[in-house]
């Protein structure tokens, strides 16, 4: 590993904004265990998938319909 780095030529990242911002949030068991078994059937990490299905809802702009029991 070098003493010093030179950073000078350096080139931003152009993806930066697509990082993703971990938070924490509760969801029901029943849904959690719902995306677990579509990526036993996928191959795509449960957490990738309910990603994925938020960020089409972003893309669709859908909006939930909300029925209070």
């Known amino acids: ?3 010093e780095y ?3 030529n350096a080139k931003k990242n ?3 904004s697509k ?3 971990q938070i924490t ?3 029901d068991l029943d849904t959690v265990n719902y995306f677990k078994t579509q990526s036993e059937t996928s191959g795509i990490p449960y957490q990738t ?3 994925l299905y938020l960020a089409d809802c972003v893309n669709q702009n859908r909006v939930p319909e909300i029925n209070w029991k």
Do not use: E, G, Q, W
């Open 6 to 8: 030179d950073f000078s």
């Open 1 to 3: 590993m070098k003493r």
């Open 19 to 21: 990082v993703k911002k």
């Open 25 to 27: 949030i509760n969801i």
């Open 14 to 16: 152009p993806y930066t």
């Open 49 to 51: 998938l309910i990603n």
